[in-house]
Every structure is written in structure tokens, then in C-alpha cells.
């Protein structure tokens, strides 16, 4: 156990609907991540938010946001979903902004029909 | 940050060491050597990281070259719960960029 939280673990939906990927990190971490784990793109880097701030967007798509609040908890928000969006969703969480040791969750399994 | 090549795949006796070679003949001086691991579907997990001595803890060791152009992982007694694919990042610290995973190699322990 990561101490990382992801919900839901799996989301089925429609093509043009939104769905929303709850994280909680880890207690006392401040960076969450995201990332998106398709089977021909492998793990692709998200975006970061550090203490309620972005830090780093990685291969966001502008459907895509995301936001950290102010108790740390992080949503990214998937929006007019296309077929090619079925992916796993994992978030993770470090102490610091620049920290590269990560504690990744159970990832939320996304599925676009 | 740097880019890494690793084998495809490995296969592993249980109970022999596994050692996962890794090059990284870009790596600048302020990049870290980072080793994670992947089993089927779960999220990933961090194993070690290095700069540019050698690293041991309680999952692996970290073999880094004196050039630091490549490195080696190395799970001393593989299990079969060792089964996984394990990525070798190369990464600065601070706030410039981030991990980039690669396709990593996919270890096999066969009993």
C-alpha cells in the first residue's frame, strides 16, 4: 500500500461525456502527479501540481484539467471523451516539487465506449 | 533529461540474481540514475536511485558505471513476485522536468 488514493478504480461512460479521477497522496506529501497509461503510448506524464500550484504539464490534452486544492486532494477532469481516452489513470505523490521518488496509486481504469 | 535503452526482456531463475542493464550514454552531471518497477496494472513502484555511487537498499542494488554511461539493477534472490516490468529513468532533481518512463524491460521469473 502506497498510501496513495485513487477513486474511482474503474469508470466506464460514453463517447463526449466528462468524468472526474479523484487523488489523495500521501500524508505530508505536497506534489501529486498524474499520469496516463495506454496500451501503445505506455506511461505518459500529465501534469504536476505542488502545494495547489501547477508545476509541470507534461501531454496534457486541452480536454484535459486538472486542479490540487487547498487539502492537498487532486482531480483531473476528463472532458468530451473520445475512444482513445480508455486508459489507465494513475496519480502519484512525492514530498518536495523535485523529488523523483514517487508513491504511485492503484490508478483509475478508464473505459470509453 | 537523458534518454535510456533497455533490453525488451529478461528471463530470471528464482532464486538466481537478476541483473537489468541499463544505458544512458547521454546523462548529464546533475542527472540521477532512478529504477522503478511495474507489475501488471499497478501502479508503479519506486525500487532505488543513484548518482554516481553505488546504491544498495532493501529491494536492490545499483551498480552505476564509473562513466555513469550505463547502469545495472540487480534483485539479489528473484521471486516469482519479482515479475514485472522495470524502468530505468534518468532524471535531474529540482523542479526541471519530470520522470519519463520508458517501455522498460519485462523481468520473467520462472520457478
Known amino acids: 500500500d502506497s498510501g496513495v488514493t485513487q477513486t474511482p478504480k474503474h469508470l466506464i461512460t460514453a463517447t463526449g461525456q466528462r468524468v472526474t479521477l479523484r487523488c489523495s497522496p500521501r500524508?505530508?506529501?505536497?506534489?501529486v502527479y498524474w499520469y496516463q497509461q495506454s496500451l501503445d503510448q505506455g506511461l505518459q506524464f500529465l501534469i504536476q501540481?505542488?502545494?495547489?500550484?501547477?508545476?509541470a504539464k507534461g501531454n496534457i490534452l486541452e480536454r484535459f484539467s486538472a486542479q490540487q486544492f487547498p487539502d492537498l486532494h487532486s482531480e483531473l477532469n476528463l472532458s468530451s471523451l473520445e475512444l482513445g481516452d480508455s486508459a489507465l489513470y494513475f496519480c502519484?505523490?512525492?514530498?518536495?516539487?523535485?523529488?523523483?521518488?514517487?508513491?504511485f496509486g492503484e490508478g483509475s481504469r478508464l473505459t470509453v465506449l | 533529461d537523458a534518454k535510456t535503452t533497455q533490453p525488451t526482456s529478461m528471463d530470471c531463475a528464482e532464486g538466481r540474481a537478476a541483473n537489468l542493464p541499463c544505458n544512458h550514454s547521454?546523462?548529464?552531471?546533475?542527472?540521477?540514475v532512478y529504477w522503478y518497477r511495474q507489475i501488471h496494472s499497478q501502479g508503479p513502484q519506486y525500487i532505488i536511485h543513484?548518482?554516481?555511487n553505488n546504491e544498495t537498499n532493501e529491494m536492490a542494488s545499483l551498480i552505476i558505471t564509473e562513466d555513469r554511461k550505463s547502469s545495472t539493477l540487480i534483485l539479489p534472490h528473484a521471486t516469482l513476485r519479482d515479475t514485472a516490468v522495470y524502468y530505468c529513468?534518468?532524471?535531474?532533481?529540482?523542479?526541471?522536468?519530470?520522470?519519463?518512463f520508458g517501455k522498460g524491460t519485462k523481468l520473467s521469473v520462472k520457478p
Open positions: 543513484g548518482l554516481k
Open positions: 547521454t546523462i548529464s552531471g546533475n542527472e540521477y
Open positions: 501540481y505542488y502545494n495547489g500550484e501547477e508545476r
Open positions: 529513468i534518468v532524471s535531474a532533481g529540482g523542479s526541471q522536468g519530470n520522470l519519463i
Open positions: 500524508s505530508g506529501d505536497l506534489s
Open positions: 502519484a505523490s512525492s514530498v518536495g516539487q523535485g523529488n523523483r521518488e514517487l508513491f
